[in-house]
T-cell receptor, first 113, second 108 residues
Framework: DGGITQSPKYLFRKEGQNVTLSCEQNLNHDAMYWYRQDPGQGLRLIYYSQIVNDFQKGDIAEGYSVSREKKESFPLTVTSAQKNPTAFYLC????????????FGQGTRLTVV | EDQVTQSPEALRLQEGESSSLNCSYT??????LFWYRQDPGKGPEFLFTLYSAGEEKEKERLKATLTKKESFLHITAPKPEDSATYLCAPLETDKLIFGTGTRLQVFP
């Protein structure tokens, strides 16, 4: 089945450690996005990418990094520089050229312990 | 700066009590506007796409409309299973930004 897969579903991190969240899609979409969602809040854009080997900062990029080495994959690294990383992270993909809707993964809940 | 505002933040309705949710936005290069539904702990689920002012889309008890600066999601005779957070997202030239959402609760 075509879709977008995030892993893991739950992730625990010790303070001071970097952690990488996986996002893979087999929809042949050119655009991919990472969002952060805090309890009771909307989605805030962290990074987005329209093509391989290129990405742009969103509204809250500080403390995060991404790569886009393959069209299908857009991993997000939460670095130790992110002061408040505990949140729900959502990845999405869409066809920018068609301007159609974005499809979302089921999210990764990151908790700093 | 691009802004997306949804109102109200929270809405409590009795089953069968119709209402509307608002999404107002200031973005450049608008290519379309999406509505999503999100259940707790899950990723957003796509509902509608609107591309031009005056456009309307319907699905069961939901109807979405679009003007140049805002969009409405009308809920007619809601049921408890319509309880969720509803998110709007204007698509800019190259990025997708979201509003803060409206948390809808429908009581029997």
């Amino acid at each position: 089945d075509g879709g977008i897969t995030q892993s893991p579903k739950y992730l625990f991190r010790k303070e001071g450690q970097n952690v990488t969240l996986s996002c893979e899609q087999n929809l042949n979409h050119d655009a991919m996005y990472w969002y952060r969602q805090d309890p009771g809040q909307g989605l805030r854009l962290i990074y987005y990418s329209q093509i391989v080997n290129d990405f742009q900062k969103g509204d809250i990029a500080e403390g995060y990094s991404v790569s886009r080495e393959k069209k299908e994959s857009f991993p997000l690294t939460v670095t130790s520089a992110q002061k408040n990383p505990t949140a729900f992270y959502l990845c999405a993909s869409s066809s920018i050229s068609k301007g159609t809707e974005a499809f979302f993964g089921q999210g990764t809940r990151l908790t700093v312990v | 700066e691009d802004q997306v505002t949804q109102s109200p933040e929270a809405l409590r309705l009795q089953e069968g009590e119709s209402s509307s949710l608002n999404c107002s936005y200031t973005v450049s290069g608008l290519r379309g506007l999406f509505w999503y539904r999100q259940d707790p702990g899950k990723g957003p689920e796509f509902l509608f796409t609107l591309y031009s002012a005056g456009e309307e889309k319907e699905k069961e008890r939901l109807k979405a409309t679009l003007t140049k600066k805002e969009s409405f999601l009308h809920i007619t005779a809601p049921k408890p299973e319509d309880s969720a957070t509803y998110l709007c997202a204007p698509l800019e030239t190259d990025k997708l930004i979201f509003g803060t959402g409206t948390r809808l609760q429908v009581f029997p």
